[in-house]
Nanobody, 125 residues
Framework: QVQLVESGGGLVQAGGSLRLSCAAS????????MGWFRQAPGKEREFVAQVTWSGANTYYADSVKGRFTISRDNAKNTVNLQMNSLKPEDTAVYYC??????????????????WGQGTQVTVSS
């Protein structure tokens, strides 16, 4: 079993930055791809970013490309999401997830085995 705990959410003005962190415990997640998803009020949960097990490759939703950066530290069992130039439409609960596999291009929820409880990000205009 893997437990994931997100932190770093909060309220920020448009144009500001936040850094989300995801701490994994239980079994190491170093062998698995990791991702971030988000769910805005009244909307379905959507893919945000993914990083391969080694950290060598990253993938982003078009809506966040160039503004968000995903990274991981396997020694610390953590995954981070640096969010810059935030917009009101980035407001959502952000979830960290561990994929079922170690490869790449995992964009849908069914490809992920473990989920955190989420952290709220609110961007004011």
């Amino acid at each position: 079993q893997v437990q994931l705990v997100e932190s770093g959410g909060g309220l920020v003005q448009a144009g500001g930055s936040l850094r989300l962190s995801c701490a994994a415990s239980g079994r190491t997640v170093g062998a698995y791809a990791m991702g971030w998803f988000r769910q805005a009020p009244g909307k379905e949960r959507e893919f945000v970013a993914q990083v391969t097990w080694s950290g060598a490759n990253t993938y982003y939703a078009d809506s966040v490309k160039g503004r968000f950066t995903i990274s991981r530290d396997n020694a610390k069992n953590t995954v981070n999401l640096q969010m810059n130039s935030l917009k009101p439409e980035d407001t959502a609960v952000y979830y960290c997830a561990a994929a079922k596999y170690s490869g790449d291009r995992y964009y849908i929820e069914d490809e992920y085995a473990y989920w955190g409880q989420g952290t709220q990000v609110t961007v004011s205009s």
